[in-house]
């Protein structure tokens, strides 16, 4: 488990693609809980109308499930993703922003669930919003969690 997540969120800032995406993280919190990602719209991200491009905003929510819950796990698990969509609701211009949350009873319907052994598929959601709040994409991941066999 990293245990600096204020030096790894400044590392994944200079992360190519993030870069290259205008994609940064503006909030990880210390213990592995909460995150806060941003979508700068720049003419090199831009898509043909002048908005958003879609790949983009999968982007910026791509690893950040699969992350918070295995820092908040820890080593003795394995957490991949194992599906995903999005749907895009309006078009998005200037910068918009998703945040991520774990809360405890998600952490503890998964240690249960994989107590034995068994693998658990857990869907998350998150939406990406624009300054005035408006949902720009709901973006919908599961999830694929299993102990590590001793």
Not at 82 to 110: N, Q, S, Y
Request: no cysteine; charged share 30%; net charge positive.
């Amino acid at each position: 488990m990293t245990r600096y997540p204020r030096l790894f969120r400044h590392l994944f800032n200079l992360w190519p693609p993030f870069v290259a995406a205008g994609i940064h993280i503006t909030h990880l919190s210390p213990d592995w809980r909460r995150a806060r990602v941003e979508l700068r719209l720049r003419p090199w991200n831009r898509n043909y109308v002048g908005t958003h491009f879609g790949g983009s905003l999968f982007a910026m929510t791509d690893p950040f499930h699969m992350f918070l819950t295995l820092q908040s796990l820890g080593r003795d698990y394995i957490v991949w993703d194992r599906a995903a969509e999005i749907e895009f609701v309006k078009p998005g211009r200037g910068v918009v922003a998703a945040e991520f949350h774990l809360d405890d009873d998600t952490l503890e319907r998964m240690r249960a669930a994989t107590a034995d052994g068994d693998k658990y598929l857990h869907w998350f959601e998150v939406e990406v919003r624009d300054r005035d709040g408006d949902v720009v994409a709901r973006v919908r991941k599961q999830l694929y969690v299993r102990r590590k066999r001793r």
